[in-house]
């Protein structure tokens, strides 16, 4: 995230980060009321991030979080009350207002509700994202806006609708019923991926603050994999964000500019997380038929455990594409697939399979047909259709770098 | 994923807006504004000054820059004001627009906005 001097030292930022979902967890179990807990902890974070290098830390930080935000949370309500003449609810609240701090709560299971509600199914995506950073990643506002590249009282809007939406829906901090578990967790591997995509695919020197966005959603995700250690996907998903974290010294050249996969100088690849990432694969893998998050992240090793671009086990990667395909069809599968496709048994191949996307609408207002189809024509040894493609995709991106990229490749041609 | 949606007006059309006869047009206006602020989905949005107060600027010799005064040229409709806006969709790009008062006389284009992310290749 971008610097914020209020937050002190990474230490200290570490700890207040990790005790955030779980002093939540705890402020609303006992007094309900999402949305006001949700800005007490936020006070209390402040409080504790200005007053601890001070002072020292507290002997139990997540007791002296807890006291602190139910001291704000009181006095919040009380002012509201009293503009708005609230007293009764204030008094029914009372008796709970002075929890003991060591009152030891559940954090795990706190941490994974509160993930499961800040993905509530009646948010937008963008809503599920800022809200899951800023209540259970415990970012400020400031720092979700850097990362999303919007003004801070934009973002704070959103945050504070998004909690608003939650109320009206009805949401109550309760694990989701049973039937609805394994879908709201789906949800929740959904909006950590778009975390981790939101900040893997900025590439500019001024995004460094997305950057970080993934080393946030590692960190998420490795929290939901110990709150889920048997959860096949969830695992996969963690290993699915290392195997590909660890190219990103690689996937970027000088200015920003976007080197791909097989030009990348593999040297620069991350071994350790590479290691991380394969062991997580082959325990996933070893959990049940494979879903999504498996094969994508099985891809992605196959990938990063070939020594150079000529090395790739294209046989294993084309196998796994077409499962992929058969568990979760998607436009963008079929793209990559013909990619492989082409490596495997020549560009011809590749081409044929894209022919089954024409006409398709979902691919037919993105650039990544375009794209594909002029990398396997340039294979192909068809420079000047090729290039009308490169063309065509680079008038249809929405990325800067992805413009960049495609228009240099049409020049060289 | 964020949009510029741009303003296209005339004289007539701004007049529309201006006066008592506009205050029914201008409430609608500040009500949309406020709802994408609360929403969150607001990142800024200006007017712009009348099209005869502009200045084009021509300079392929850099030391010697050519300025005129006067819009590029003379057209219906003008470009008039902006917002820009961080939305889940083009979906809801487009309700916005529709939404926009001004719409209803003269036309606003939405345009995405480049970003700085993109996809390894």
């Keep these: 995230m971008s610097p914020d001097p209020a937050r002190g030292a990474p230490a200290l930022e570490d700890l207040l980060r990790t005790l955030a979902p779980q002093v939540l967890g705890a402020l609303v179990r006992r007094h309900r009321q999402f949305d006001a807990c949700?800005?007490?902890?936020?006070?209390?974070?402040?409080?504790?991030?200005?007053?601890?290098?001070?002072?020292?830390?507290?002997?139990?930080?997540?007791?002296?979080?807890?006291?602190?935000?139910?001291?704000?949370?009181i006095d919040a309500l009380r002012s509201e009350s009293a503009s708005r003449a609230r007293e009764e609810r204030l008094a029914v609240m009372d008796p709970q207002l002075a929890p003991s701090p060591d009152d030891v709560p559940t954090p795990s299971d706190d941490t994974l509700t509160l993930l499961v509600l800040c993905c509530h199914p009646s948010l937008s995506a963008p809503s599920q994202l800022a809200l899951t950073l800023r209540a259970v990643g415990g970012l400020t506002t400031a720092e979700v806006a850097s990362a999303f590249l919007v003004p801070e009282t934009t973002m704070a809007q959103r945050i504070s609708r998004a909690k608003k939406t939650i109320r009206q829906a009805g949401a109550s901090f309760e694990p989701p019923p049973d039937d609805e578990r394994d879908a709201r967790i789906a949800v929740v591997r959904q909006v950590l991926y778009l975390i981790f995509n939101e900040g893997y695919t900025a590439s500019s020197g001024a995004a460094l603050a997305r950057a970080e966005l993934t080393g946030e959603a590692i960190r998420l995700a490795r929290m939901l994999h110990a709150l889920l250690p048997d959860d096949g996907e969830t695992t996969a998903l963690l290993a699915l964000m290392l195997l590909t974290d660890a190219r990103r010294a690689a996937r970027t050249g000088p200015g920003g500019d976007l080197v791909p996969l097989a030009e990348q100088d593999r040297s620069r690849w991350d071994p350790a997380a590479i290691a991380e990432g394969v062991a997580l694969v082959e325990r996933a893998l070893s959990t049940g038929p494979p879903g999504t998050y498996r094969l994508q992240a099985a891809i992605a090793a196959v990938h990063d455990e070939a020594a150079t671009a000529a090395d790739t086990d294209w046989r294993q990667i084309v196998g796994l594409y077409e499962l992929l395909g058969r568990v979760a069809p998607s436009p963008v599968v079929t793209l990559n697939h013909a990619v492989a496709l082409g490596e495997l048994r020549g560009p011809r191949a590749g081409l044929a399979l894209l022919s089954c996307l024409d006409g398709d609408e979902r691919v037919g207002a993105g650039h990544r047909l375009a794209a594909v189809r002029a990398h396997l024509l340039e294979r192909a040894g068809e420079p000047d259709a090729a290039r009308e493609q490169y063309r065509e995709a680079a008038r249809r991106t929405s990325s800067l770098p992805e413009r960049r990229y495609l228009d240099g490749r049409a020049a060289a041609l | 994923m964020k949009y510029l949606l741009m303003i296209y007006d005339?004289?007539?059309?701004?007049?529309?807006?201006?006066?008592?006869?506009g205050a029914g047009l201008m409430a609608e206006m500040d009500a949309l504004f406020a709802e994408l602020k609360e929403s969150g989905e607001l990142v800024g949005s200006d007017a712009l000054a009348d099209p005869s107060s502009t200045t084009v600027v021509r300079a392929p010799d850099p030391a010697a820059p050519v300025v005129t005064d006067g819009p590029l040229a003379e057209a219906k409709e003008h470009f008039g004001g902006y917002l820009v806006v961080d939305v889940a969709s083009q979906d809801r790009a487009v309700e916005i627009a529709a939404r926009f008062p001004s719409t209803r006389f003269t036309p606003m284009e939405v345009r995405p906005i480049l970003g700085d992310a993109g996809e390894e290749m």
């Design chain 1, 38 to 73: 949700e800005d007490a902890v936020q006070e209390a974070l402040l409080a504790a991030a200005t007053q601890w290098p001070a002072e020292g830390v507290p002997d139990n930080p997540h007791g002296w979080l807890v006291a602190v935000g139910s001291r704000r949370l």
């Design chain 2, 10 to 21: 005339n004289a007539d059309s701004r007049e529309l807006f201006a006066g008592e006869q």
